[in-house]
């Protein structure tokens, strides 16, 4: 810290304390407001217009500026009071000087929270304050009496299975190791430095593939140009390998940077869930920008390949953001004009780990039997679009509404839970109220939580009401937190009653949808295999919580599952296109497969065709002269 910083951090303590000084009541009103002038003035001749902007910030304000008086002196001049909405546009102001795009997301948050408002302006709500994490852990536990039966629904993978199983996790440890060694570094150097640094980056992937350099033909890390600061023009994270064993091309989309330095277009593509027109239907906004520049990009370096490598299958593989966009990029190879520019009879295979749904359509949803998607355990984001997350905030608003009493609500938290069971758990963690900071005392025999941080009695209350008297009645017979049946009843009426808002509910468009889980790391994994457009939608239709949602989405969420399958350098005895041995192709027997093959020879000779009549005039012309 240097000696400028020391000074700035003297005097923000300094400007502190002395609002807080007692000052003498026999001062006059004249020698105070000229001591707060003088005090103000410390701040711009101490720190500058810095000092001055966090002076003023400390006060509740958002903007301060050092401003000349007559007398020569310097004010601190604050304006702007910290608010919601000013604190947006201030985000907004700053951000978009260097990312446009980032107003669409100041947008949402707004357009959400003004939804919120209106859900409370029907003078149903009793005015009391009801923490946000005590509804969504009712909300919680609300879904879980329901999601039991979604066990009994997917099919369990056998053990000869085993083969498809160790390629799921092969390909995974392939995208761990373009995450592991294509970024690292090229955020912190200089724009001319990044492509020196890309190169090592790419040795070091080669090495960890045991995979010569002809084979990585294709690299593009977004560091490579920065001055596609626009979603129109911002081109996602990618490369293209060559698997000869899998007589494979692959294209591996990486998912959104967050380390080492996090890149605020992929965080914009994420979270800009609104949606865009694709392909007749309508699909995640901030993926469909992604995908189409990936279709100008990425998609003559393919088409390079397959023509080098007859025969190949395409292979396309991605996590999180890159699932979404290999999702959406499948979708134009092979229902889009991009399919033209395929070499003839290119088989396409997508598997994608952590997908949220991007894809609606007010006619029919297509679900391609080529695309496999992989959930790890209770990952949350298969469920994440704008329209399950507005859901998610009308359910709270609507349990809010009911009115409960906050202590019924812990106890429908706490529900199927034995109370012995929990004071043993408690016991056992050498869990106490000194864990989070609060201090507790006796009276009137209940045990209090001291709540001299709380701002209002209403908060305190809270907490009172829901510290248990040990008298009470809480616990059924057979030992758990009873809450009766017809309060369960009315919980689900609310939340299925729940205004509608204006983003649709998107998709999955695979056919294939896998959860995989692993409960200890000596035991093996087990797979449920779902299979079509309504089972999908289990998934895709609602933000389902769980206390691993969010850990179970993380990289090492995906590497705990698959450690010991697949790894790395290893024969495998699977190749991707045998994956299709997990989708159950009953509905598509007869008929409707039979028109689905004609349909793609007479594609296949009709390109030939116009290849064929196209190259035959060129050599009469060229005959001719």
């Given amino acids: 810290m240097n000696i400028k910083s020391l000074a700035l951090l003297f005097f923000s303590v300094l400007t502190v304390i002395s609002r807080h000084v007692v000052t003498s009541s026999k001062r006059s009103m004249k020698t105070i407001q000229k001591e707060h002038r003088m005090k103000r003035s410390i701040s711009c001749s101490l720190g500058g217009q810095r000092g001055c902007k966090w002076t003023c910030r400390m006060r509740g304000y958002i903007y301060g500026e050092c401003k000349e008086r007559e007398e020569g002196q310097t004010d601190c001049k604050c304006r702007k009071p910290l608010s919601r909405k000013a604190l947006m546009e201030y985000i907004t102001a700053k951000l978009s000087k260097h990312y446009p795009d980032v107003h669409l997301v100041t947008d949402i948050i707004e357009d959400f929270l003004q939804n919120q408002n209106r859900v409370y302006n029907d003078k149903k709500w009793d005015g009391k304050w009801r923490p946000l994490p005590l509804l969504i852990g009712v909300l919680y536990k609300v879904q879980e009496r329901k999601d039991r039966l979604m066990e009994t629904t997917g099919r369990p993978l056998q053990g000869q299975s085993q083969d498809l199983v160790e390629l799921l996790g092969y390909y995974w440890h392939v995208l761990m190791a373009a995450e592991e060694n294509i970024r690292p570094g090229t955020s912190s150097v200089e724009q001319k430095e990044v492509k020196d640094v890309l190169d090592i980056n790419r040795l070091k992937y080669e090495a960890a593939l045991n995979l010569s350099s002809d084979q990585v033909p294709w690299v593009w890390n977004s560091e490579l140009d920065r001055n596609k600061t626009e979603m129109s023009t911002y081109i996602p994270d990618h490369l ?99 399919n033209d520019l395929l070499p003839s009879g290119t088989e396409i295979i997508t598997i994608g780990y952590g997908s949220p749904p991007v894809f609606t359509s007010n006619t029919t949803i297509p679900i391609l039997e080529n695309i496999f998607l992989v959930q790890n355990n209770d990952d949350g984001i298969t469920g994440a679009s704008l329209r399950n997350i507005n859901d998610v905030f009308f359910k709270t608003s609507a349990i809010d509404k009911l009115n409960y009493k906050r202590r019924l609500l812990l106890k429908m938290l706490l529900s199927d839970v034995n109370p012995d069971e929990f004071e043993e758990t408690i016991a056992e963690n050498n869990i106490t109220l000194s864990n989070f ?189």
């Fill in 437 to 625: 900071d609060l201090q507790t005392f006796e009276e009137d025999g209940i045990e209090r939580i001291e709540f001299s941080e709380f701002i209002n009695e209403d908060q305190k209350s809270n907490y009172e009401e829901i510290v248990a008297d040990k008298d009470d009645d809480d616990d059924d017979e057979d030992g758990t937190f009873h809450v009766e049946e017809d309060i369960w009843e009315e919980v689900d009426k609310a939340v299925s009653s729940i205004p509608s808002s204006k983003e649709p509910y998107l998709h999955h468009v695979a056919e294939t949808f896998l959860v995989i889980r692993r409960k200890d790391e000596s035991s093996g994994v087990e797979v449920q295999n779902y299979q079509g457009l309504n089972e999908t939608d289990k998934f895709s239709q609602k933000l389902t919580f769980n206390p691993s949602m969010f850990d179970d989405h993380m990289p090492g969420g995906y590497t705990y599952i698959f450690e010991g399958l697949g790894n790395l350098n290893t024969t495998l005895g699977a190749e991707p296109k045998h994956l299709e041995a997990l989708v159950d192709r009953k509905d598509e027997k007869g008929f409707r497969k039979k028109i689905k093959k004609k349909w793609r020879v007479f594609k296949s000779n009709t390109k030939e065709f116009f290849k064929g009549q196209s190259e035959r005039q060129s050599v009469k012309k060229e005959s001719s002269l």
């Fill in 240 to 338: 293209i390998t060559i698997d000869h064993k899998q007589k494979c091309v692959v294209l591996t989309i990486l998912g959104t940077r967050i380390y080492p330095a996090p890149q605020p277009l992929d965080i914009i593509m994420d979270l800009v869930g609104t949606t865009e027109p694709f392909l007749g239907g309508e699909a995640h906004a901030g993926m469909v920008w992604g995908t189409r520049n990936l279709v100008s990009t990425a998609l003559p370096k393919l088409v390079a390949e397959l023509e080098k490598y007859p025969g190949y299958s395409l292979l396309i593989i991605g996590y999180s953001l890159g699932a979404g966009l290999g999702q959406l990029l499948t979708m134009e190879l092979e229902l889009g004009q991009a």
